[in-house]
Nanobody, 121 residues
Framework: QVQLIESGGGLVQAGNSLRLSCAAS????????MAWYRQTPGHERELIAA????????SYADSVKGRFTISRDNAKKTCYLQMNNLKSEDTAVYYC??????????????WGQGTQVTVSS
C-alpha cells in the first residue's frame, strides 16, 4: 500500500507564505500523478493543484492560480505545494492525494491525513 504524509502546515499572517510537503512511501508507489486538495467544515474537498508524474503538466484552481505552485521530487517521492500571498480564505485542512496512473484524473487512490493551514487577517 501507499502512505502519504503531509507536513508544513501552521498559522501565518495574510500575505505570508508556507510550503507544504507530502512524502510518499510504499513499494507500489511509482509514476503516480499527485494533487493537493483542501477542505473546510461542511464542504467537499476542493482540488487545488495537480501534477503529472513527469511534472511538466500542472493545473490549478482559479482561486489559487498565480499564488500557489505545485512541484515534485520523484527521487525523494515528495510533492510540494508552495503557497504565496496567503489569504484568510485559504484557511483549511490541506490533503495530499495520489493516483495509480501517471496523469491527473477524477479518481484518487491514496490520501494523506491532512495538515491544517490557518491564515489570520
Amino acid at each position: 500500500q501507499v502512505q502519504l504524509i503531509e507536513s508544513g502546515g501552521g498559522l501565518v499572517q495574510a500575505g505570508n507564505s508556507l510550503r507544504l510537503s507530502c512524502a510518499a512511501s510504499g513499494r507500489t508507489f511509482n509514476r503516480n500523478a499527485m494533487a493537493w486538495y483542501r477542505q473546510t467544515p461542511g464542504h467537499e474537498r476542493e482540488l487545488i493543484a495537480a501534477i503529472s508524474w513527469v511534472g511538466t503538466s500542472k493545473s490549478y484552481a482559479d482561486s489559487v492560480k498565480g499564488r500557489f505552485t505545485i512541484s515534485r521530487d520523484n527521487a525523494k517521492k515528495t510533492c510540494y505545494l508552495q503557497m504565496n500571498n496567503l489569504k484568510s480564505e485559504d484557511t483549511a485542512v490541506y490533503y495530499c492525494a495520489a493516483s495509480k496512473i501517471s496523469v491527473p484524473a477524477d479518481q484518487w487512490d491514496y490520501w494523506g491525513q491532512g495538515t491544517q493551514v490557518t491564515v489570520s487577517s
